[in-house]
């Protein structure tokens, strides 16, 4: 275990938070965001069968199981040197589709979504989906329940067990669809793309028409300029699934597109003293520190990134949809953090229209789902987008498949120096000597880290009440003047 | 009487996987038409989904308190925590706002809702067992299951 050189305030143990700090003067001196560890998973994985992985790396995480599901499965592909039949990809591919229509609903009405609907300064206890509910009404509400009720389904019949699939080998998947489940599924994707469509109504409604939300939206505390990452198709439109990552530079010029084998040319993670938790930077541009701009090797990735790192969506309604976003904030690529809401609800719509797509494709049904592997396995990289961003998975292991080496690029650990820095600026802007710390101005620091849509699987159990980053706000004597929430 | 024992938890973080150790050891010693014992990763809106039809659902999960003792099994109710609505993580809603949502939205939510509570020490180390306080409470979880079931 490291040993933490800074300020003994710092706890790191057990919960993740922000600590910000003033200087005499009341303004920022400096911000932390910090995450808990989860340790040991090298050890954990030593010694077992790399099949094994998909099933294992699913269960690191209760709301993303899927994503590390197939980001296993596709390094197993590249660990034994096998292809998969196309029929396989694309079970893989539609399965993946309905988990993010699910995610994607969960975030925006849960998390998200109540910022807006309800305003950053309604008081907590109405910032929720109740709230939602009662302003947008019953009828919404049931419908966010139903999209992610029927997908969960999808997910269920195709990966064989709800939540954490038995589905991904390598060189296929277990089960073929029948011709009876591919009409459920299509009717469930038709349904899911006139929710999608509603979502992105609903946001035009209550954010777009709102002039101080996009005074908000638009505004430089909120803003940073940094390089993107997203995986992409032959055609560069985005694609959860698979292609190539395709990184562009804060003016939207291509700067890399690189196979998975070759990401660790390209990411490198720095270290800070006050946080276990590490910063993966682009090692072609450097570690300049937390700041913005050209020169620094901070990206950004997840919804927004990925619209801007690609050249469209690979289907119509969300290519609109995509369209329509940059024309109204100006252009490519697009800065405004808080524009990851509107980006997610671009790409809930179009893992809707893909779901359709793959459901209608002729070769949906076939029986045609595994190649079975004869190579010597020794190394493999399988990388998707997971719905927090780009997800890598690597392994090396003996002759004999067993583990001697397995490392994950976490999607959320991606974004950890722009949360960093987002959290900074929001504060920057935010508190200024004077000013009254209340809780509006504080949620509203928190409306800085919101869109990235952090995944801390440890928050799983949390009680009710505490806000999963607590806020701690400390006076330059070290003394803590302020929490949120309070207790 | 349609009833749930439901175990909650992450079967490879350690303590967390206390909720489904307590499930293991159920279904070795109890089966009965009206009762379901079931283990799961979900949380708030998913967990929803899970209780829904039931008359009575138990469940079992890992906690962690301020200054709490390893071990120690609490009992409680929806109401300890009704205090406020927050959010309880950024995927998902916690438990006393998913069943209020279910409320609002007609949804057939159980009567009863029974949680017991294990007081754990380690959830963020990869690992399938529990620390020893935690696996020593694991049989008294039982027992005190096995006599709420055994009262319907």
Redesign the interface.
């Known amino acids: 275990m490291r040993k933490i050189t800074i300020d003994p305030i710092t706890r790191l143990e057990?919960h993740g938070k922000i600590e910000i700090f003033l200087n005499d003067a009341g303004e920022v001196e400096n911000t932390y965001f910090q995450v808990?560890?989860?340790?040991?998973?090298e050890?954990?994985s030593e010694g077992r069968p790399a099949e094994e992985l998909p099933q294992?790396t699913q269960?690191?995480c209760?709301?993303c199981?899927e994503a590390h599901h197939l980001a296993s499965t596709k390094a197993l592909d590249d660990l034994f040197h096998v292809d998969p039949p196309t029929p396989a990809k694309k079970l893989r591919e539609l399965l993946y589709s309905a988990f993010y229509v699910t995610d994607h609903t969960?975030?925006f009405y849960?998390?998200g979504g109540p910022d807006f609907i309800m305003g950053p300064d309604a008081p907590?206890?109405e910032?929720?989906?109740?709230g939602v509910?009662a302003k947008v009404g019953?009828e919404l509400?049931?419908a966010v329940?139903k999209t992610?009720?029927q997908n969960?389904h999808i997910i269920h019949m195709v990966g064989g067990r709800a939540?954490?699939p038995v589905f991904g080998l390598p060189g296929g998947v277990s089960k073929a669809l029948n011709e009876e489940e591919r009409k459920e599924v299509e009717q469930i994707a038709r349904d899911s793309v006139e929710f999608g469509k509603l979502s992105l109504k609903v946001f035009d409604d209550i954010v777009l028409k709102n002039k101080e939300y996009v005074d908000m939206i638009v505004s430089d505390a909120y803003t940073h300029r940094t390089y993107y990452m997203g995986l992409v198709d032959e055609n560069n439109k985005v694609n959860f699934y698979d292609g190539k990552v395709r990184v562009v530079d804060p003016e939207g010029k291509e700067f890399a597109k690189y196979a998975p084998r070759e990401y660790l040319e390209h990411v490198a993670e720095h270290v800070e003293p006050w946080s276990y938790m590490k910063f993966p930077f682009l090692k072609n541009v450097g570690w300049k520190g937390f700041v913005d701009g050209k020169d620094s090797g901070v990206f950004r990735v997840a919804p927004l990134a990925r619209l801007n790192a690609a050249d469209g969506m690979a289907t119509p309604l969300a290519q609109e949809a995509y369209e329509k976003m940059y024309s109204t904030l100006g252009g490519k690529p697009v800065h405004y953090t808080l524009a990851m809401h509107w980006a997610r609800l671009i790409e809930l719509l179009y893992a809707a229209e893909r779901l359709l797509e793959l459901s209608q494709d002729p070769e949906i049904t076939s029986p045609d789902i595994r190649t079975i592997p004869t190579a010597v396995p020794d190394e493999g990289v399988g990388i998707v987008e997971a719905p927090r961003g780009t997800l890598t998975h690597h392994y090396v292991t003996d002759e004999r498949g067993v583990i001697k080496k397995a490392n994950l690029i976490v999607a959320t650990l991606n974004n950890a120096a722009a949360v960093n820095m987002s959290v900074n600026k929001a504060a920057r802007a935010l508190i200024k000597p004077g000013i009254e710390i209340t809780e509006g101005l504080l949620n509203r620091i928190e409306m800085a880290w919101?869109p990235y849509?952090?995944?801390?699987?440890?928050?799983?159990?949390?009680?009710?009440?505490?806000?999963?980053l607590p806020i701690e706000v400390y006076d330059s004597k070290r003394k803590l003047i302020k929490r949120f929430?309070e207790h | 009487m349609k009833t749930l024992v439901l175990g909650?938890?992450?079967?490879?973080?350690g303590d967390?996987s206390v909720g489904f150790r307590v499930i293991q050891e159920l279904k070795d010693k109890f089966s009965h038409p009206g009762l379901t014992l079931m283990e799961?990763?979900?949380?708030?809106?998913?967990l929803?989904?899970l209780i829904t039809g039931y008359d009575k659902v138990i469940i079992i999960?890992?906690?962690?308190t301020e200054g709490g003792q390893a071990g120690k099994i609490y009992r409680l109710n929806t109401e300890n925590?009704?205090?406020?609505?927050?959010?309880?993580?950024?995927?998902?809603?916690?438990?006393?706002?998913a069943l209020?949502?279910g409320k609002?939205?007609g949804?057939a939510l159980p009567q009863q809702i029974i949680i017991f509570a294990i007081e754990v020490v380690d959830?963020?180390?990869?690992?399938e067992k529990c620390t020893p306080e935690v696996e020593q409470a694991i049989p008294l979880a039982v027992s005190m299951i096995a006599e709420e079931l055994s009262g319907d």
Not at chain 1, 36 to 41: A, K, T, V, Y
Not at chain 2, 8 to 13: A, Q, S
Not at chain 2, 123 to 127: C, H, I, R
């Open positions: 057990g808990p560890e989860l340790r040991g998973f050890k954990f294992i269960r690191i209760g709301v199981p969960t975030h849960i998390l907590v206890a910032r929720n989906i109740l509910i019953l509400g049931g329940i992610r009720m969960h939540v954490h919101r849509d952090l995944c801390l699987a440890c928050a799983t159990h949390n009680l009710p009440g505490h806000p999963l929430p | 909650l938890g992450n079967p490879i973080l967390d799961s990763s979900a949380s708030g809106l998913g929803l989904d999960d890992a906690i962690q925590f009704s205090g406020t609505r927050h959010l309880g993580s950024p995927h998902s809603i916690n438990l006393a706002t209020e949502l609002k939205l949804i959830v963020t180390t990869f690992s």
